[in-house]
């Protein structure tokens, strides 16, 4: 939604908003010159914002009707008329009316690199663009809209089905696992709107292996890269889950702008990184925003290549996400020295589910010896410290925003 308030600013909407808590995404659109933002959220605050300049349209995330579907400022926008819809319709129609091209970034993991890789190679190639980006980066604003750019590109998230909104002009498939179980039931389920999304994309750039497993339909004018070209293997970037996400924006560019492969490999090798993707806070210690499987198992990838010594402190994201994988931790930090469970960070939650304790999740686990129930306190910051100074690489695992692990990590360290 930060992003979105950028871009809708930029190309003249009054912007005003709201939020539960208070947050440094919050602190950073006021100092955009988003000034009015209040916090908590009621329809007295909403009725004062609307009786200085009149609201015309109230634009809300999915959390806020799926934890509440009474909530007061839907009430008080239904009762005086003010338009409302969630992110994807503002935006959609905020690219059609400047006649944008879309180049949508999708899939299950990696969005936010690939979508701040393309961001990043249109900057450094002199070309403006229009973006929108859920996370903050060191080359630029979360959102941008440039009266002069001929392509947008987004950060196209399935959760909610918000990307079959959009009718992309260029689409970029990171890989389809399955996430989002509440609103996509079965594997299948997940599939099949990802093949409704493509359907509706010009050209997709695919990888072979998402093509095989989830029987997508390739049409004439679209790119499938191989899960084992060569060249991953050359690029000098950390990470294989970066490399792969490096090289399918190259060849995107590539195909969008004729621009020499040689000329963009290089550009890109200087990629900065962006905030919570393997960020690093503190001499050998590092934030992640890694929160499903195969994010967690790319990331621990990433730390095998830095360190032989790997302790990870891990808050899950949504207690609703762990009732279905909580199976799948099995091996999954195999190798690391020493495992801190925090209670999972709690969001867009099924009341009548029980909340599993960070004991229960690590019972899931094969190696549950390595692996200590935590919370956040001085305690843990003494133990994270103490793994600094003999030479460990802590690793900290957190999808959360205001209030979470990464927020405490950065007050701490």
């Given at each position: 939604?930060?992003?979105?308030?950028?871009?809708?600013?930029?190309?003249?909407?009054?912007?005003?908003?709201?939020?539960?808590?208070?947050?440094?995404?919050?602190?950073?659109?006021?100092?955009?010159?988003?000034?009015?933002?209040?916090?908590?959220q009621?329809?007295?605050q909403?009725?004062?914002?609307h009786?200085?300049r009149?609201?015309?349209?109230?634009?809300y995330?999915?959390?806020?009707?799926?934890?509440?579907?009474?909530?007061?400022e839907?009430?008080?926008?239904?009762?005086?008329?003010?338009?409302?819809?969630?992110r994807?319709?503002?935006?959609?129609?905020?690219?059609?009316s400047h006649?944008?091209?879309?180049?949508a970034?999708?899939?299950?993991?990696?969005?936010?690199?690939?979508t701040?890789?393309?961001?990043?190679?249109?900057?450094?190639?002199?070309?403006?663009?229009?973006?929108?980006?859920?996370?903050k980066?060191?080359?630029?604003?979360?959102?941008?809209?440039?009266?002069d750019?001929?392509?947008?590109?987004?950060?196209?998230d399935?959760?909610?089905?918000?990307?079959?909104?959009?009718?992309?002009?260029?689409s970029?498939v990171?890989?389809?696992?399955w996430?989002?179980?509440?609103?996509?039931?079965?594997?299948?389920?997940?599939?099949?709107?990802?093949?409704?999304?493509?359907?509706?994309?010009d050209r997709?750039?695919?990888?072979?292996?998402?093509?095989?497993?989830?029987k997508?339909?390739?049409?004439?004018?679209?790119?499938?890269l191989?899960?084992?070209?060569?060249?991953?293997?050359?690029?000098?970037?950390?990470?294989?889950?970066?490399?792969r996400?490096?090289?399918?924006?190259?060849c995107?560019?590539?195909?969008?702008?004729?621009?020499?492969?040689?000329?963009?490999?290089?550009?890109m090798?200087?990629?900065?990184?962006?905030?919570?993707?393997f960020?690093?806070?503190?001499?050998?210690?590092?934030?992640?925003?890694?929160?499903?499987?195969p994010?967690?198992?790319?990331?621990?990838?990433?730390?095998?290549?830095?360190?032989?010594?790997i302790?990870?402190?891990?808050?899950?994201?949504?207690?609703?996400?762990?009732?279905?994988?909580?199976?799948?931790?099995?091996?999954?930090?195999?190798?690391?020295k020493?495992?801190?469970?925090?209670?999972?960070?709690?969001?867009?939650?099924?009341?009548?589910?029980?909340?599993?304790?960070?004991r229960?999740?690590?019972?899931?686990?094969?190696?549950?010896?390595?692996?200590?129930p935590?919370e956040?306190?001085?305690?843990?910051?003494?133990?994270?410290?103490?793994?600094?100074?003999?030479?460990?690489t802590?690793i900290?695992?957190?999808?959360?925003?205001?209030?979470?692990?990464?927020?405490?990590?950065?007050?701490?360290?």
């Open positions: 939604m930060g992003p979105l308030a950028l871009v809708a600013k930029q190309a003249g909407y009054d912007v005003s908003g709201s939020d539960k808590r208070d947050s440094s995404y919050v602190e950073h659109l006021r100092k955009s010159g988003i000034e009015t933002i209040h916090i908590g009621s329809s007295e909403i009725a004062a914002v009786a200085q009149p609201i015309d349209w109230l634009v995330s999915s959390a806020v009707s799926i934890e509440n579907p009474d909530h007061p839907l009430i008080f926008a239904n009762k005086h008329g003010v338009k409302t819809s969630k994807d319709e503002l935006l959609s129609q905020i690219i059609q006649n944008r091209k879309l180049i970034v999708a899939g299950t993991h990696g969005k936010t690199t690939t701040a890789m393309m961001i990043w190679l249109f900057k450094k190639m002199g070309l403006p663009v229009s973006y929108s980006v859920g996370a980066l060191s080359f630029g604003e979360m959102g941008q809209f440039d009266v750019g001929e392509y947008f590109v987004y950060e196209c399935e959760f909610d089905r918000n990307f079959l909104t959009f009718h992309p002009d260029t970029l990171t890989g389809i696992d996430d989002h179980h509440e609103i996509y039931p079965t594997r299948a389920d997940y599939q099949q709107a990802f093949r409704q999304f493509l359907g509706q994309t997709s750039v695919l990888w072979q292996s998402d093509i095989t497993q989830c997508l339909e390739i049409h004439a004018n679209d790119i499938v191989e899960d084992d070209a060569p060249i991953l293997n050359t690029l000098s970037i950390a990470g294989e889950v970066n490399r996400n490096a090289w399918q924006v190259i995107a560019f590539q195909a969008l702008t004729n621009a020499p492969i040689e000329v963009l490999v290089p550009i090798e200087e990629f900065p990184g962006l905030s919570r993707r960020e690093k806070i503190a001499n050998g210690l590092y934030t992640d925003y890694a929160h499903t499987i994010k967690i198992r790319g990331c621990l990838q990433m730390a095998r290549e830095l360190s032989e010594n302790v990870v402190v891990y808050e899950p994201l949504t207690d609703r996400r762990q009732h279905f994988i909580k199976e799948d931790y099995g091996n999954l930090f195999e190798g690391v020493k495992l801190y469970w925090a209670p999972s960070y709690l969001a867009r939650e099924d009341p009548d589910q029980a909340v599993l304790s960070p229960e999740l690590i019972e899931s686990m094969q190696n549950k010896e390595i692996a200590e935590v956040l306190n001085e305690e843990l910051r003494k133990s994270i410290q103490e793994h600094l100074s003999a030479g460990d802590v900290c695992l957190s999808g959360g925003g205001g209030n979470s692990l990464d927020e405490w990590l950065r007050k701490n360290f």
